[in-house]
C-alpha cells in the first residue's frame, strides 16, 4: 500500500509514468525480440527533453549479489537499445533496484522486470 501510493505520488510529482513491463527468463538479461521491437517504437512517442528511466528488477531467488548485478543487466540491455534509436534531445538512463518481491510475492518470476518510465520535462 505505502509503495503504490509512492508510485502514484511520482506520477503526480513528475509527471512519470510507466510505459512498458519488460519480462526476463530466471538468471538471463538478454530482450526478447518483442520487448525489443517495443523499445524502438517508443522512441517516436516520447518528447524530446523527457526522460527515460530503465528500471531493473530481479527475483529473490537465488544469491542477494548475482540479484543486483542481474537486475543492473537487464536495465542496462533496455537503456543501451533505447540510447541507440532515440533522437539526441532524449534522454535515458538505467537504474537497478535489485531483488524484489513487490510485483508477486508468491510467482518470483513476476519480478524478473525491467519498467521503462517516462519522466516529463520540466516546463
Do not use: H
Request: charged content about 25%.
Amino acid at each position: 500500500s505505502e509503495i503504490s501510493t509512492a508510485y502514484s505520488s511520482l506520477g503526480v510529482s513528475l509527471g512519470a509514468n510507466v510505459l512498458r513491463t519488460l519480462n526476463f527468463a530466471t538468471g538471463k538479461s538478454e530482450l526478447n525480440p518483442e520487448d525489443a521491437d517495443a523499445i524502438r517504437n517508443l522512441v517516436a512517442d516520447i518528447p524530446d527533453g523527457d526522460l527515460v528511466l530503465a528500471i531493473g528488477y530481479a527475483s529473490e531467488t537465488g544469491n542477494l549479489d548475482n540479484n543486483r548485478t542481474l537486475s543492473s543487466d537487464r536495465a542496462t540491455a533496455a537503456a543501451q537499445l533505447f540510447s541507440s534509436v532515440k533522437r539526441p534531445s532524449q534522454l535515458v538512463q538505467a537504474v537497478y533496484l535489485g531483488q524484489t518481491d513487490r510485483f508477486s510475492s508468491r510467482i518470483p518470476e513476476r519480478n524478473q522486470i525491467v519498467e521503462i518510465w517516462r519522466i516529463r520535462k520540466k516546463q
